[in-house]
């Protein structure tokens, strides 16, 4: 019988960007907010103390900010024949635990982003008419616009403490020949710090695409170009390169976390508590399943808690919020036979490729620094920026050198051909190490109606409840894409001049890898829209079937962005609280009629 | 005479009834001013309800239960409130030990110890929590001795006089230094009888001139020294330090981060610019104090590789990400050393402490983040400690003096020792 504890007004599982967002939001609205953790306290001290913090070997092999998969993990299928197995290691993608989530163990890339990616379905169906999105291709539109949302990126930057360079604000061109990106959409104010600076790989990636006729611009990243206060008055230091971003604890309070920007001043206000693992099972509905009652834990000592509140914020990881949609009845299950129902519908990911440029001796690249979120990209190939009519895909990708520093254990690349170990992979790596440089294509990539999540019909986590399945493949479009993109990258790449490139793409038929990292941007599942039978969640990320219940976080996106999705993530965060400050608490209800 | 009672019974039966909410907030906003809680709450207690141990040269006193509880002060009369706060008597006629700063509070007007009086039997919960004795063995345990004492350094309790030339502002800041502040309580030195050796700027040049190591920490000087007091501060500075723990180029640590915590942070903007102006009309202790003058050397040598200095190489693996090589810092965040008064004093107990053990800034409600420097004595021996402080205190103009290693042991407590750093801090404890 699990303990049940005084009634609260809000309550929020999950403390990453979207959990932390909406407990700032909602405490300043008045509210009295829970957020349930189901990781432990973390925070830059101790967990990122220097040097303890700067360990490749705890951090990114033994994985010390990533979900443990003996306890609660995902089954893995490629299409509905086949049977799904758990993922028992971690590879390709790699879900955070704790306070701040991925939020503590990204990178810091920090975009916006592209407007059409916005109206998926209706821009390619305006440009290039409706054959030519595959019919079994399942984008949609979100339903929100980008003038919508722009305040909400704006403010968002502040918080991040983003630096960057604006191509325009409020229509005038502000940063041409200075590293803005001419293909960016329209600004209402600078970013708040100046573009970080860049590293030689970096620039030697802005001279070849520019010599290929593309508009290299500095990445927008969270890792700050100087010492920083936010709007919340919390503080940031300045980046100093190290390298240690992603999967680490950023020890110099320089890359943007909710741990470092938000959770300082939530610890100011009375009306909030943040309870460390604390695991939530399901969200309790009452017996007319249209109102949620609370939700059930399990803490730390192992009981079972009943924490009822008025309002139920879903801010997990994306998957996990489907999950607990799935295992708490709040909205119909999809169906990809029938292509019904909403919940698990529109799983999608992220389509990467890369390539590598090995140089002589007299190159130097540095690779041993970075940053996170620096470097220099291209948006010729991203979004809708380029005719795609010749080439017969969806889709597109930024194309960058985001050096974020070569670990010594993951990160020693050598030239093709060379042998993994023994002398003469000792000899390569003398001979490369800080003689490579590595570009991306991150690409888009669309849903699909053979990808989805549902309830793993056998397997189950420590706690006995259904692991969720993930149904997944690349799909043709996928490939077509990615073999443009790679094609484009390798001739920037070839610019260069080096001594020889690696090619990293997708071959024709290649099926989806768990054991290769590619990025951990997940997406949809529970998405967005204006049509109740295609979404799960309306344009303000409520719940259209149980109105108390909001999902903020990529769970929400219809198909993967070009670009990196923590930006939009919190923005659609911010744009989510304030509907429920203006509109919700004044009525609750539904905020769009079905 | 007579009237004079009459007006005292006019007021108790007043304030036996209900102080009105203004007194009593006025009196909670001079109790933090005071920093009663500071002493009268234990780590993890109930506040105001006593039982905090502090070390004195005779061994341990426990503050006492201050709450309106009847173990606490709750049957205490205005008078009896009043002997404790300024005269420290208790009710019992004993003395208070002196680390009760009666020496300062009885600055303090009778208006503010009406509305302190309000707020502790009002404004506060009560706590049923009976007060513990002293460690201390007798004989010392005997009061009588104390009562001498305070006869012999405790001031007269008088109104206190505004000084007619000085500015309202500074007169306000005397007010709150010399009084409930009672900055010289930590900050001026004592005497081999523990008085403080002096309690206002009236009393000589010793006040506020900086104490002997407290706890581990040296409480600076706050006269108008550059090297090591208050000179190369601007007012403003002093006040965001004073409000938020940190400045430009200064963070606080050691036990003013509590101070700054529990006290500071609530004062008025008006009140903290008196506290600095008034800070800033003390004189120099040292005639010949000049203000710091960079030099560009041993930043210029780190610049092109050259970490022969001793200390220097300690100082670019272990600090200079943060404080840069320049001693510079960056703004508000990681502090500036160059220049850096605490980093000069002449003991240098405070700054070998700050890299054993580390510190946090406080968080406070303008500046919510609780920035924090990792403890480095465990990965750093005591020579390269006492190198590296050596190093920091005689670079960039720096004028502070070299320190030996066993300065360094001796600093090190339980929670502090060096691992070697084999186990990369994972392990403290072996």
Request: aromatic share 10%; proline share 6%.
């Amino acid at each position: 019988m699990a303990n049940v504890l005084k009634k609260v007004d809000a309550v929020i599982v999950g403390f990453g960007w979207a959990g932390a967002i909406m407990a700032k939001e909602l405490t300043e609205a008045g509210l009295q907010v829970v957020a349930l953790e189901r990781g432990p306290m973390q925070d830059t001290y101790p967990e990122g103390s220097y040097p303890q913090v700067i360990d490749e070997l705890t951090y990114s092999v033994r994985k010390k900010l990533f979900v443990d998969v003996s306890k609660e993990t995902v089954t893995i299928r490629h299409s509905v024949n086949d049977v799904a197995l758990p993922n028992r290691q971690l590879g390709a993608f790699l879900p955070g635990k704790g306070v701040g989530g991925a939020g503590l163990h990204w990178s810091g890339v920090h975009f916006r982003v592209d407007p059409i990616e916005l109206r998926m379905r209706s821009h390619y169906e305006e440009r290039y008419g409706k054959a030519f999105i595959p019919e079994d291709m399942t984008i949609q539109d979100f339903g929100v616009t980008y003038q919508e949302l722009e305040p909400y990126f704006d403010f968002a930057e502040k918080v991040f403490g983003t630096s960057g360079q604006a191509w325009t604000v409020n229509g005038t061109v502000v940063g041409a020949g200075k590293g803005g990106n001419p293909y960016a959409a329209d600004r209402s104010s600078p970013f708040p710090l100046p573009a970080q600076k860049n590293v030689v790989s970096a620039k030697l990636f802005e001279k070849a695409a520019t010599s290929l006729g593309y508009k290299p611009y500095n990445l927008p990243s969270a890792n700050t170009s100087g010492p920083y206060t936010n709007p919340y008055g919390a503080q940031m230091g300045p980046c100093n390169f190290c390298g240690f971003c992603s999967g680490y604890v950023c020890y110099m309070y320089s890359k943007a976390s909710p741990n470092v920007n938000i959770l300082p001043a939530l610890r100011q206000v009375p009306n909030f508590e943040l309870r460390a693992n604390a695991h939530v099972l399901r969200v309790n509905l009452d017996d007319s399943k249209r109102n949620a009652t609370g939700v059930t834990y399990i803490d730390a000592q192992g009981r079972e808690v009943e924490q009822p509140a008025d309002l139920v914020i879903l801010a997990a990881f994306q998957f996990n919020n489907v999950r607990l949609m799935l295992l708490s009845g709040i909205g119909k299950p999809y169906d990809p036979v029938k292509n019904e129902g909403v919940v698990g519908r529109n799983f999608a990911y992220q389509n990467m490729g890369t390539v590598k440029a090995f140089f002589d001796k007299d190159t130097y690249t540095n690779n041993f620094i970075g940053a996170g979120g620096n470097g220099i990209a291209i948006d010729d190939f991203n979004a809708d920026n380029f005719d795609h009519g010749p080439y017969g895909f969806v889709g597109g990708s930024p194309m960058w050198v985001n050096q974020a520093g070569s670990r010594p254990i993951a990160g020693i690349a050598n030239p093709p051909g060379t042998p993994a170990w023994g002398s003469a992979w000792k000899k390569a790596t003398a001979d490369y190490y800080t003689h490579q440089v590595s570009m991306d294509a991150h690409g888009a990539h669309q849903s699909y109606r053979g990808n989805y999540l549902d309830l793993d019909p056998t397997y189950r986590d420590a706690f006995g409840q259904p692991l969720l399945r993930m149904t997944f493949d690349w799909q043709e479009n996928d490939i077509k894409m990615n073999q443009f993109m790679v094609d484009k990258l390798s001739k920037v790449a070839q610019a260069m001049n080096p001594k020889s490139i690696a090619v990293l793409g997708k071959k024709v038929k290649e099926h989806f890898n768990t054991a290769s990292y590619q990025t951990t941007h997940l997406n949809g599942g529970a998405i967005m829209g204006t049509d109740p039978k295609t979404s799960a969640l309306n344009r303000y990320l409520q719940s259209w079937d149980v109105p108390n219940v909001f999902v903020p976080g990529a769970s929400a996106f219809p198909q993967g962005l070009g670009y990196n999705p923590t930006g939009l993530v919190a923005a659609l965060t911010y744009w989510s609280a304030r509907a429920i400050r203006e509109q919700y608490l004044k009525n609750p209800g539904p905020l769009v009629q079905a | 005479m007579k009237t004079m009672l009459i007006a005292t019974a006019l007021c108790a039966a007043s304030l036996t009834a209900q102080a009105d909410s203004t007194l009593i907030k006025q009196g909670e906003y001079l109790a933090r001013a005071g920093d009663c809680v500071a002493c009268h709450t234990a780590k993890g207690g109930k506040p105001f309800a006593g039982g905090l141990p502090m070390e004195t040269p005779i061994g341990t006193v426990y503050s006492t239960n201050i709450t309106p509880d009847a173990s606490g002060i709750g049957h205490y009369s205005f008078e009896d409130f009043d002997q404790a706060v300024r005269h420290g008597v208790g009710k019992d006629g004993s003395t208070l030990y002196p680390a009760m700063p009666y020496p300062s509070y009885a600055r303090v007007n009778d208006e503010d110890m009406r509305a302190l009086y309000a707020y502790f039997m009002q404004g506060v919960e009560p706590v049923a929590q009976p007060n513990k004795a002293t460690d201390i063995p007798w004989p010392l345990s005997m009061r009588w001795p104390l009562a001498i004492w305070r006869g012999l350094f405790a001031p007269e309790v008088k109104a206190w006089q505004a000084s007619a030339a000085a500015d309202p502002v500074v007169n306000r800041g005397a007010y709150l230094v010399e009084g409930l502040g009672h900055c010289g309580a930590c900050h001026t030195p004592r005497a081999l009888t523990m008085q403080e050796k002096a309690l206002s700027p009236q009393d000589g040049e010793q006040f506020l001139a900086g104490s002997a190591p407290l706890e581990g920490w040296i409480a600076k000087s706050l006269r108008g020294d550059h090297k090591d007091g208050l000179g190369s501060w601007s007012e403003a500075q002093l006040v965001q330090f004073l409000k938020t723990g940190r400045s430009e180029r200064s963070a606080v640590f050691g036990g003013m981060s509590d101070v700054v915590e529990h006290s500071m942070q609530y004062m008025s903007d008006a009140d903290l610019t008196a506290i600095a102006r008034y800070l800033k009309t003390l004189p120099a202790s040292n005639p010949d104090d000049k203000p710091h003058v960079y030099d560009k050397q041993v930043a210029q040598a780190l610049w092109n590789g050259d970490d022969s200095k001793p200390g220097a190489s300690v100082y670019i693996d272990n600090c200079a990400a943060c404080h840069r090589t320049d001693g510079h810092g960056y703004t508000r965040v990681f502090p500036a050393l160059a220049g850096n008064p605490v980093v000069q004093t002449a003991d240098a107990t405070s700054l070998i402490h700050v890299v054993l053990a580390g510190g946090t800034v406080p968080a406070t409600h303008t500046a919510p983040s609780n920035l924090t420097m990792p403890a480095f004595g465990w990965r750093l021996s005591d020579q390269e400690v006492a190198d590296v402080v050596s190093f920091i205190r005689t670079s960039w103009g720096n004028q502070g003096g070299a320190v030996k290693a066993g300065e360094v042991a001796k600093l090190r407590t339980d929670d502090m020792k060096h691992t070697s750093g084999d186990d990369l801090g994972q392990v403290t404890t072996h």
